[in-house]
């Protein structure tokens, strides 16, 4: 019983540390919020922020080679809604212009949680960035200690979090 136990306790603390496999298009595919976003370069985040993004949909195009991403971006008071189709380079990257050239990878945490991760390089400057994204308002607590996680391997610091849910005024 033991062993059994320690067996599958290993198996999940390797299964944490492997490499994110590729989310299924029907993980993807569906309507996403921006709960958190999490930057080393917190202006890019903040408001009037070019990476300050609050997203609303993903589609999954020939079994995810190319990924339609739809979002609002804000300058304050005004919303507009761009969609950008980010395409597969290698592995589970995907490269994708906006405010830049962007790195992207989606990690799905679990089945409230797809956190959307890009390395922005704007032409002078490299940015790590990550957004939790969730159905709802909120997330888990299991889910946001996986994305302070993932943003520690990022070496973003917690304090560089935002509270995406609060200042969301663009239409559903
Ligand atoms: C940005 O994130 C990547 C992992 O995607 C990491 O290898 C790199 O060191 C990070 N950059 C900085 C400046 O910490």
Request: with cysteine.
């Amino acid at each position: 019983m033991k062993a059994v136990f320690l067996t599958l306790l290993l198996g999940l603390i390797c299964a944490v540390q492997e490499a994110p496999a590729q989310p299924e298009s029907s993980e993807i595919t569906g309507n996403w919020y921006t709960i958190y976003m999490a930057a080393d370069n917190k202006e890019k985040i903040e408001e009037g922020g070019p990476l300050r993004t609050y997203f609303r949909r993903f589609e999954c195009i020939d079994n995810c080679e190319k990924l339609s991403i739809t979002f609002f971006v804000t300058n304050y008071d005004s919303c507009t809604l761009p969609t950008v189709v980010a395409e597969r380079a290698e592995g589970n990257v995907y490269h994708v212009d906006f405010m830049g050239k962007n790195s992207v990878q989606l990690i799905r945490v679990s089945e409230s949680m797809l956190v959307f991760c890009a390395e922005n390089f704007d032409g002078k400057k490299t940015t790590n960035v990550t957004y939790a994204l969730g159905k709802g308002s909120s997330l888990s607590q299991e889910d946001i200690q996986k994305y302070e996680e993932i943003n520690n391997e990022r070496g973003i610091p917690n304090e560089n979090t935002e509270d995406g849910t609060q200042t969301d005024h663009c239409p559903k």
